[in-house]
């Protein structure tokens, strides 16, 4: 090996340092971190030792001295990562490094044997590169090729192979050397780098100068770009606002500054004009040796749309798109905090008997006549003010910088545009709202108090016959809490047994035989003593109490029936109200069948007593009733004629009695028509095969009056008042 080093001249010496300080500087191009430049550095310190030695062995030594330099020289080449091949055309001498040994696996005499071995072991598939190469070289043009070998043991590698030729004055090719370097790293590196950028859905992009250098296909897609070729070598002011890009650019020498990365949240545009929403991170970087910004990004449309959607969600209604509940106190408050010597005033609008329609039409119905409600509500108010739903089916409106008078005129427009129907698939409602008022600042002067003062006043018009507006008064403050106090008695008086049940017979007018009773619940509350059944029967009605209340009373009364049969009392049937939340709760049947087989009473010994109001629900009602009318109860319409009976619903009803209201039976002697009502109603009564129960009888007259007109049953205080069960024996006892 020293024989043919010694054949190493002086010129292919230094074109093979050239090309060894041509690759690291390409590696320093490609290396741009601070690390990679500390290794440039390192080897760029062997290459000038490199020199050095050579220098000194082409110097005036002794053959000793020489010995030893060639030593050196043997040394630093085994230690480089590099082969060198050095072909003599002229005398046919080659000489290759060691290192060609650790590149290919294969070792050194085997080269020398076969010089053409280093073709028959580059990987078939590149091939086509050495067409290309030879061409080169025989224009006496330095190449560089990069190419697979396979080596001795199948390992494939990377090589890359800097041809230096030289030629002479005809330009002829007489020697050329090639330097070898085994980049596997260095590609493989270079393929998962590009890999993982291609791969990537987010946008990766370098941009220089004003242009785009490098961008890959998520961005390509991202932009509207059918390929690269579009968008690489463009401006992207086009795609992307001028005043970023100059904050780009101001950054972009920041290299050692630890903020230099920046990140921006904007509208940027596809080719096709659209816009669309960009997170965008910036960091400066050197790219093919010069200043430049790496950018990575990504579409944050449809996070864009999903914050908004929820922003609107946390302040809009997403049923009618009316401000919520958030929204209105927010601008409330707002209108409070700036108001001086102003009144405003608070509407609060609630729905009457819209659970109704909800419950037994179903909430796709219920939900879109909500919509035409709030429609109708903002047509009344004309951008007078602000409307939003609070939920379910109550609705608050704020009216700024309005008197008493300008109020009662929105109110009465707003009962207006509910006076017609609801036309809601193919289905006609007629709808009303209760309104109640609060005025600031006489009735509150945050929005807390004026919201529930308003409430309150809802409620006064409720219990005024619905479909009105009434003005929250300090008296309403005590009647809110009233009520509030016997909602909470009433729901301990069943465990503390303070309910109890009188009964009031009904009468044969003809004979004054009792012929039933009828269970009427009492309440006496230990501290405030009797509470009248007007002040509790609605609220338990209203708070869902009347289902258990219900139950117990109808156990009651049972238990009490069988018990005077048993007592050998003569059988017959005692009747209990029943109220529409009951019918609609779905286990009334079965909890009325278990009553009467627990008890063991015959069922034609109950008569249930419901009012006008189950028409609300004819379909349901008229299901609920066959079935009871199936196990034989006897079932009554209670307070005929004050609800929304439709004779077209009533004949077809499974109904044995109806119960002529006391209001009816009072006309009869305190109205001019002396009872003309009554009459129409018995004799429809009779028409419908119904029998007919005149109620709230007091005076003697009004007896001969029912009895003349074919009324033979009846109860009122004329004959006895609700009493106890002790007392009612002895009625009883009489017969």
Same mark, same amino acid.
């Given at each position: ?14 074109? +093979? ?35 050095? +030695? ?22 630093? &080449? ?34 020398? %044997? ?57 330009? =002829? ?28 859905? #987010? ?19 991202? &932009? ?77 449309? #449809? ?50 008997? &819209? ?12 939900? %879109? ?30 009216? @700024? ?21 609801? #036309? ?70 069943? @465990? ?17 035989? *009792? ?21 509790? *029967? ?40 029943? =109220? ?33 109001? *189950? ?41 044995? =009695? ?23 109603? +018995? ?9 007919? +129960?005149?109620?709230?009888? @007091? ?37």
């Amino acid at each position: 090996m020293n024989n043919k080093t010694d054949m190493l001249n002086s010129r292919s010496l230094t074109l +093979i340092v050239m090309a060894i300080l041509i690759e690291l500087v390409a590696t320093f191009l490609f290396l741009h971190n601070r690390l990679a430049l500390a290794l440039v550095n390192t080897t760029f310190t062997l290459v000038i030792l490199l020199i050095v +030695i050579l220098l000194l062995k082409f110097s005036n030594k002794n053959s000793n001295e020489l010995r030893k330099d060639r030593q050196r020289l043997d040394h630093i &080449f085994d230690t480089l990562d590099v082969a060198i091949w050095s072909h003599d055309l002229k005398t046919n001498t080659l000489l290759i490094t060691p290192g060609i040994e650790n590149l290919y696996g294969y070792s050194l005499e085997k080269f020398y %044997q076969d010089s053409t071995l280093w073709k028959k072991v580059i990987h078939p598939e590149d091939l086509k590169v050495l067409e290309e190469r030879e061409r080169i070289l025989s224009l006496g043009k330095t190449v560089t090729s990069i190419y697979r070998i396979i080596r001795s043991d199948g390992e494939v590698r990377w090589i890359q192979d800097r041809g230096i030729p030289t030629v002479d004055e005809r330009g =002829s090719l007489i020697d050329f050397c090639s330097v070898l370097f085994d980049i596997t790293n260095r590609k493989e590196s270079e393929d998962r780098y590009r890999t993982l950028v291609e791969m990537s859905p #987010d946008i990766i992009a370098v941009y220089s100068r004003g242009r785009i250098d490098y961008i890959n296909e998520a961005g390509c897609k991202l &932009f509207g770009a059918s390929n690269q070729k579009d968008l690489i070598g463009k401006p992207p002011s086009k795609l992307i606002h001028p005043n970023i890009l100059r904050e780009i650019k101001d950054n972009e020498l920041d290299l050692d500054d630890s903020k230099s990365m920046m990140r921006f949240e904007f509208q940027a545009n596809r080719l096709n004009g659209e816009s669309i929403e960009v997170e965008m991170t910036t960091m400066p970087i050197f790219y093919e040796g010069r200043a430049a910004t790496q950018i990575v990004g990504r579409d944050i449309s #449809d996070r864009k749309r999903a914050e908004h959607t929820i922003q609107h969600m946390a302040y809009y209604d997403v049923l009618t798109g009316l401000p919520n509940r958030n929204k209105f106190r927010k601008h409330l408050n707002e209108v409070l905090s700036q108001s001086t010597n102003q009144k405003h005033a608070i509407l609060f609008l609630d729905l009457d008997r &819209f659970k109704i329609i909800n419950d037994t039409k179903g909430h796709t119905v219920g939900d %879109q006549l909500l919509q035409s409600v709030a429609k109708r509500i903002e047509s009344a108010i004309n951008n007078k003010g602000m409307v939003s739903r609070q939920g379910g089916d109550e609705f608050i409106i704020l009216l @700024e910088n309005k008197d008493t008078e300008k109020v009662i005129e929105v109110a009465k427009s707003i009962l207006r545009e509910f006076a017609t129907p609801f #036309d809601v698939d193919h289905l006609e409602f007629f709808v009303t709202p209760s309104i109640g008022i609060s005025m600031y600042p006489a009735d509150g002067e945050d929005e807390e108090t004026l919201i529930k003062n308003a409430d309150t006043a809802m409620y006064l018009a409720k219990e005024r016959g619905k479909n009105n507006y009434q003005f929250y008064s300090s008296k309403l403050a005590e009647l809110a809490t009233q009520k509030m106090d016997i909602e909470k008695w009433l729901r301990r008086a069943l @465990e503390k047994d303070e309910l109890k049940i009188n009964y009031q017979p009904q009468i044969d007018l003809e004979t004054n035989e *009792i012929i039933g009773v009828e269970a009427l619940l009492r309440w006496h509350h230990p501290e405030k003593g009797m509470i009248s059944p007007a002040d509790f *029967i609605p609220l338990a009605e209203e708070t869902g109490l009347i289902v258990p209340i219900g139950k117990w009373i109808l156990k009651e009364a049972c238990l009490q029936n069988k018990k005077w049969q048993e007592e050998g009392f003569k059988p017959i049937p005692i009747a209990v109200n029943i =109220s529409v939340r009951q019918i609609q709760d779905e286990e009334f049947i079965e909890s009325v069948t278990r009553i009467l087989d627990e008890v063991g009473l015959k069922p034609n010994l109950l008569d249930l007593e419901i009012t006008e109001s *189950i028409m609300q629900d004819i379909e349901k009602s008229t299901n609920v009733l066959n079935q009871l009318k199936k196990i034989g109860l006897k079932i009554s319409i209670d307070d005929f004629g004050t609800g929304y009976s439709s004779l077209s619903y009533l004949k077809h009803l499974p109904i044995d =009695s109806i119960k002529i209201d006391k209001s009816f039976v009072d006309d009869i002697i305190n109205h001019s028509t002396k009872g003309e009502m009554v009459k129409t109603i +018995i004799d429809m009564g009779h028409n419908l095969n119904f029998n007919v +129960i005149a109620e709230g009888i @007091e005076k003697k007259e009004q007896v001969e009056f029912l009895k003349q007109n074919q009324c033979n049953i009846g109860q009122g205080y004329f004959y006895s008042k609700p009493i106890p069960v002790n007392d009612l024996e002895k009625l009883l006892s009489r017969v």
